[in-house]
């Protein structure tokens, strides 16, 4: 799996914290719900008792008896007789009422009763002053309570204003009632205000036309009238909010909650509301941020309403319900849109309380503050994962481009065609980067140094090889004996030559393969080479051989024995190039340096000095810049110097200095 994947997958596990938040915030949703509902029920039976004196004395209404419901206003009305101000009017309702039956509206501000009567009459006959007794269209409206009867006559001459006239006082005009009389096409319309009848009123409506004779309006319940009997049947009982019980339940309501009572016919007689509280964002002052978090906020309120119960369906602002189909208590949704909890409380007479409490504000409760948290914790940890992939991609790309360029720098057999480009960074890629480019050039000088070892084996055993062909080739011609023991005795030195070569790699091989087993150690560098020295010059009476030095408190970590095998070749070969009675001399001091010590082990020898060309390569095998005279040397001793040396993790080097020549290796020291 790529680095990018395992990353989307550690960045998708970060989702599970939205994941608990959003679970968290479901349970706090329906503990809240559950606390609500136990809250709403101590409220709504501490409403009811306190609505039950301003229900008193109040007939209820019941349930088959023909009702005109009056639906509050809160607004002025014009009485001119277009009803462009009733709710629910509509122009092209309005313009043409053949076809249809006679129908009667109310509204009331608690002070008055607003009336709109409507008419079909394709051609209706005014009321002609100067012939009163010649028929015409007109209105007869009464309004009884209890015993007591009045009534009005509504005429006109003329669309345009009128004024009740009462036929108990000889048609003297009562301007309690007044209003406006309009055509419309396929009939006319009324507008009537009159002074609000009192609780348990009942009112009549009768229609008198010329053409048809008399005409009674008798409303159903829905408030359409149909045009039936000469006379009535029966009066509509007026039936409207009571407002002295709206302002008590007004007052005891909290934002976002409404309460309602219902008659047991389904009337509603007090409704009253609170908005909720929380301010609407305006969406201009919004920051981008502030934005995303209101819709994440949204998101989050939906995913709460899809996990909570289906809501029953309530009719919205509906001036008649359906008792029996109402719930007591839970959630229900209603047609004008919004979610509600309600709860519901009987009344005396079978009326019902019913409050309800908006979800809004219960999310407000459980999602504001959360749901922030969530929501911003959401977008934190997309743009986290964003980053991780972003990073993923860069890293991918870093790791790719790493290994194109090791790709590039190895050809198909091995063999190094290029150095790597430099690599710049503080981090572990870098490093990365670093070491392959440090070990690409230590494989191209072990490339390079095995190219120059081939070649000088091959120089050093051409010649011996030679020397033994034609020793071999000679011997075949020789005719005396004193030639032929000549060139047994070439071919001889010449395979003495060859295994001394043999035995020269053998040695340094092994001594390679001995750095796998040796055991390292802690030891006093001053000491070995203090005591090593004193051996040297007992062992060479003809050299003056002496160490210059601390003599201990130089510790170092490695193998004693392989340092003293150091400093055997070295002073071997000092030896070879020192005359005698000359000077040899071992040194030992502190490197310059930080840190951990670092010591500097160093040869001198008078009276020789280094070629310069041959300075960097005499560690190399095979070099050797002594006479020919020196029969057998393969020039190995340096070559193993410098193996042991950079098995302890030091370095070599050999320069001319005043008065002949130092060989140094810095070892490092411990602490």
Known sequence: MTLKRQLLIASLLMLLIPWAGLQFVLDLDNALREQAIHQLNNQVARMATEAR???????????????????????????????DEWP???????????????????????????????????QPRYYDPGAPARPYE???????????????????????????????????????VTGGWQGVAGGYQVELRLPMPPAGSQLGLRIFSPRA??????PPAHGAYQVSEPLPTGQPLLVSRITGLERQLAGQLTGGQQATVIESSGWVRGRAARAAEEPVPEFDLLSPLQIVEQIALNGLRQLVRWHQPEPAVMPDRASRMATADLPREGLVRHTGGGDF?????????????????????????SGNTLGRVISRSTLLVIGLMLVLLGYASWLSWRITRLQRAVNASVDDDGRIIAAMPKVRGRDEL?????????????????????????????????????????????????????????????????????????????????????????????????????????????????????????????????????????LDKLVDNARDFTPAGARIETRLSAAAGRGAPTWELAVFNEGSSLPEHLASEIFSPFVSIRDT????????????????????????SASNVAGGVVFRVTLPGTI
């Open 53 to 83: 004196p301003a229900l008193a004395g109040i007939p209820t209404v019941p349930g088959g008896h023909p009702v005109l419901y009056a639906e509050p206003v809160t607004y002025p009305m014009r009485m001119d007789g277009y009803a």
């Open 88 to 122: 629910g009017y509509e122009e092209e309702e309005s313009t043409s009422l053949s076809g249809r039956t006679a129908e009667w509206h109310a509204l009331t501000d608690s002070r008055h009763l607003f009336l709109l009567i409507r008419v079909p009459h394709g």
């Open 138 to 176: 007109h209105l007869m409206l009464q309004q009884q309570r209890n015993d007591q009867l009045e009534e009005w006559e509504i005429r006109t001459s003329g669309p345009g204003a009128v004024t009740g006239l009462d036929p108990g006082q000889d048609w003297r005009e009562d301007y309690r």
């Open 213 to 218: 004779g008399e005409l009674t309006a008798n």
């Open 341 to 365: 909890l309600l709860v519901s409380q009987p009344l005396a007479e079978g009326r019902l309380l019913v409050l309800e409490q908006s979800l809004d504000q219960l999310l407000t409760l």
């Open 430 to 566: 870098a490093d990365l980067g670093r070491h392959f480019a440090q070990m690409v050039d230590r494989v191209q000088g072990y490339n390079r140094y095995l190219e120059s070892f081939s070649r000088r084996l091959s120089h050093e055993l051409k010649t011996p090889v030679a020397v033994v062909r034609s020793s071999l080739e000679n011997l075949g011609h020789a005719t005396s004996e004193v030639d032929r023991n000549n060139y047994i005795n070439r071919a001889s030195r010449a395979t003495d030559r060859l295994s001394q070569i043999l035995q020269g790699m053998s040695e340094a091989a092994r001594l390679e393969q001995s750095f796998d087993h040796a055991e390292k150690e802690t030891f006093d560098l001053a000491e070995v080479v203090a005591q090593a020295t004193a051996a040297y010059q007992q062992l060479d009476p003809g050299h003056r051989i002496r160490y210059q030095g601390p003599d201990h408190g130089c510790p170092c970590h490695g193998s004693p024995e392989l340092i003293v095998q150091l």
């Open 629 to 652: 005279g020196a029969d057998g040397h393969l020039g190995q001793g340096l070559l193993i110097v410098r193996l042991i040396a950079e098995h302890h993790g030091g370095q070599v």
